[in-house]
C-alpha cells in the first residue's frame, strides 16, 4: 500500500478546497493500492469528514496539527522552527519518517521548499530543489523549471536543473534525448548575464544531453523544446504570464462572440475546441508542481488551488510514487558522467 | 515639416522589410507633414526605389553608408567605434545633428541602445533609456517597460522606468493617474529581491504616484494596472513568453477548427473575433517600441520585422514627433517632487 500525507489546511481556501478535492480524486480514481493520510486540525477535519463518505474510506490516520499557517522567513532556520506543529510541517515529517511516500500541500512555496530540503534532504549533487511545471506546447508537453524556488541562481544550480529537468522529461514524458534549452533574452551565444554564459559553458560539455543552447520566451511553447531551464524568478514571471496571456485571450474571445448572433452560434459550434483548449492550460488541471531534487517526493499545489486543483495535485504524487520517480531521477543523474562541482 | 531618420539596413530582413514598410506607411497615411531620410547602401536602395515611387516622392534624401550590420559588443566604446559608417549609426547621427526629429531601426537593441544614448544623450535624472511597449490588456491598454535594453537594474532603474512609464501612459494613454506596479514572484511585500525591495521603498513614498505594490504576470493583461515596471532581463522574457503563448493558442484552435466540419463552420462565423484578436496582439501591429528617457525620438522596430511591422514602428515614431513627446515626458518628470538618486 502507498501513502500520501495531505497537507489539509495549506492553501487559500484551506480544507474547503483539499477536503473535496481528494473526495474527487477517490471517487474518480483506482485507490486499491492507495492511502491517505491527513495532517490538519482534527476536529476541522471530522466536522466536514461527514460528507465525504468515500474519503473516510480511505483515509489511512488523521493527525491533529495546530492551524497555523506558515510563511517563509527570511533564515530557513526560523521557517523550521515556527513551521513545528503545523499541518504541513507535520505532514512532511511523515514522509521523512518514511510512514508515507509522499507529501501534498497548497501551502507557502518558500516554507514548503525550506522544509522539504529540512526534512527529506536532497539528492546527491543537487544544493536545493526546484519547482518543475509540465505545460502543453504545439506538439505536446514541455518541462520547465525552476518556477520559483530558487529565486536567484548560480550557473551550477542551472547546470543542476537541466540534469533534473532532463531527468523528468526522459521518466514521465518517454523522451530519450529530451532537447534542453536555457531561457534567455536572445538566442545568440553572446546574450544574457554572465551566470547564464557560464551554465552555457558547462551544459554545452556535457555528454548525453541534448542542450540547444539559449532559447527565448516564444520557444517555450513552440514545440522545439522539451526542457526549459532558468531561475525561479523569471520562471515564476514567466509562467505566470502564460497564465495571464491565457486569460487575456479567452476573455477577449467571449465578449466578442457574444457581440453578434453568428458569432455567437459559431461559438456554439466550436465550443468542444475551447474547452480542449482550457483544460489544456487549466492551472488547475496542470497543477501539482513536484519539487525535483529532493530525497522523497514533495508535491507543491497552487496556492490559490481548488478542489479540482487539489485532486489533480495528489494525482501527479500517485503518479510519481507508482513510478518509483525518485529513483528514477537518481539512476538518470548517475548515469551522467559528468557531474557539476 | 517633421523628419523621420530611417535606419533602412537594419534587421533580419534588412530592404526588403523596410522599403516595402515605408511605402505601406506614406500609401495609408497623411504625409503632408512628414519627410523620411534614408540611411543605407545607396544603390541597394535605388535598385529597389524604382519599385516605390510614393517614396521616392517623400524621400527628403538618401545617405549612402557602408552595409555593415553592427551587433552589440561588450563595451559600449568597442560598439560605438564599429558602429561609426553604419545605416544605424548614420540614422542616429542625424538627429542627434538636429536634421531629423525622429530615428527608427530595426538593427540589434543592445546596439541601437548604446548609441542612441552615447549620441543621443539622456534626460536629466535618467541613466539609460528603457524600452518601452504598450501592449493590450482586458480593458485597453498597458505601458511594459524595461522590455529589453537594461539586462540587471538597480533599485534607482526601476523608480527611474516607473517615473517615466507613468509619464508615457498619461501621455499616449491619456490616464491622468495610472497605476503603476512593480513585476515580481508575488504580491506580498517579503518577496522577491532586495533590488525590488529598495525600488519598492522608494516608489511607495512618492507623491502623484498611484504605486499599487508588487504585481505577478498574471496582472499584466488583466486590466487592474497601467504600468508595467520590470527590468529587461524579466520584461523580454515575459514579452516573449506572451508571444509564444499566443502562437500555441492560435494553432491549437486552428488544429481543432479545421478537425471537423461544425466547427469549421463555427470558425467562418467567428472569424472576425479571431481577426480583431490577432490584430490586437499582432507583434508586427505593436511594432515600435519607442527608447524613453532620451533626449531625442529613438524607435526600435523588431528585428524579424516585415514590411506591416517596420510601417507600424514608423507610425509610432510620426505620432511621438507629432506630440512633442520628449518635452511632455520631461515635463512629466520635472512635475515629480521627488526625483530618484
Do not use: W
Not at 514521465?172 to 538566442?187: A, D, E, F, M, W
Not at 544531453?209 to 520562471?235: H, K, L, P, R
Not at 513510478?323 to 543523474?333: I, T
Request: net charge neutral.
Amino acid at each position: 500500500m502507498k501513502r500520501i500525507a495531505l497537507d489539509i489546511m495549506g492553501g487559500d481556501l484551506g480544507i474547503s478546497a483539499s477536503l473535496p478535492g481528494l473526495n474527487r480524486y477517490i471517487s474518480g480514481n483506482d485507490c486499491s493500492d492507495v492511502a491517505f493520510d491527513l495532517f490538519g486540525d482534527e476536529s476541522e477535519i471530522s466536522r466536514h469528514m461527514a460528507q465525504f463518505p468515500a474519503v473516510s474510506a480511505h483515509t489511512h490516520t488523521v493527525h491533529n496539527t495546530n492551524s497555523n499557517v506558515i510563511l517563509a522567513s527570511e533564515k530557513p532556520a526560523i521557517t523550521v522552527k515556527k513551521g513545528r506543529g503545523t499541518s504541513m510541517f507535520e505532514a512532511i515529517s511523515h514522509v521523512a519518517d518514511g510512514k508515507a511516500d509522499a507529501v501534498v500541500s497548497s501551502g507557502n512555496t518558500g516554507a514548503f521548499m525550506v522544509l522539504s530540503k529540512f526534512l527529506l534532504g536532497t539528492l546527491e549533487h543537487i544544493d536545493r530543489p526546484a519547482l518543475v511545471s509540465i505545460l502543453p506546447n504545439i506538439n505536446g508537453k514541455v518541462v520547465m523549471l525552476d518556477l520559483g524556488a530558487n529565486t536567484s541562481c548560480s550557473s551550477t544550480k542551472l547546470v543542476q536543473f537541466a540534469l533534473m529537468g532532463q531527468a523528468v522529461a526522459q521518466i514521465l514524458l518517454k523522451i530519450p534525448s529530451p532537447r534542453v534549452g536555457l531561457l534567455n533574452i536572445g538566442t545568440e551565444r553572446s546574450k544574457g548575464t554572465e551566470t547564464l554564459e557560464a551554465a552555457y559553458t558547462i551544459l554545452e560539455q556535457i555528454e548525453h544531453m541534448d542542450f540547444v543552447g539559449f532559447i527565448e520566451g516564444t520557444d517555450i511553447a513552440n514545440g522545439q523544446i522539451d526542457v526549459v531551464v532558468t531561475d525561479g524568478f523569471s520562471g515564476n514571471i514567466s509562467l505566470k504570464t502564460m497564465e495571464g496571456t491565457v486569460k487575456y485571450i479567452l476573455a477577449f474571445l467571449k465578449r466578442g462572440f457574444f457581440a453578434s448572433l453568428p458569432t455567437k452560434i459559431g461559438y456554439l459550434l466550436t465550443r468542444r475546441v475551447f474547452q480542449a483548449l482550457k483544460d489544456g492550460i487549466d492551472p488547475r488541471i496542470n497543477n501539482g508542481a513536484p519539487l525535483v531534487g529532493l530525497k522523497k517526493i514533495a508535491v507543491k499545489s497552487h496556492g490559490n488551488s481548488d478542489a479540482l486543483g487539489f485532486e489533480n495535485a495528489i494525482a501527479v504524487a500517485v503518479k510519481f510514487v507508482r513510478s518509483n520517480f525518485v529513483s528514477s531521477v537518481e539512476s538518470a543523474l548517475a548515469r551522467m558522467k559528468e557531474k557539476p562541482e
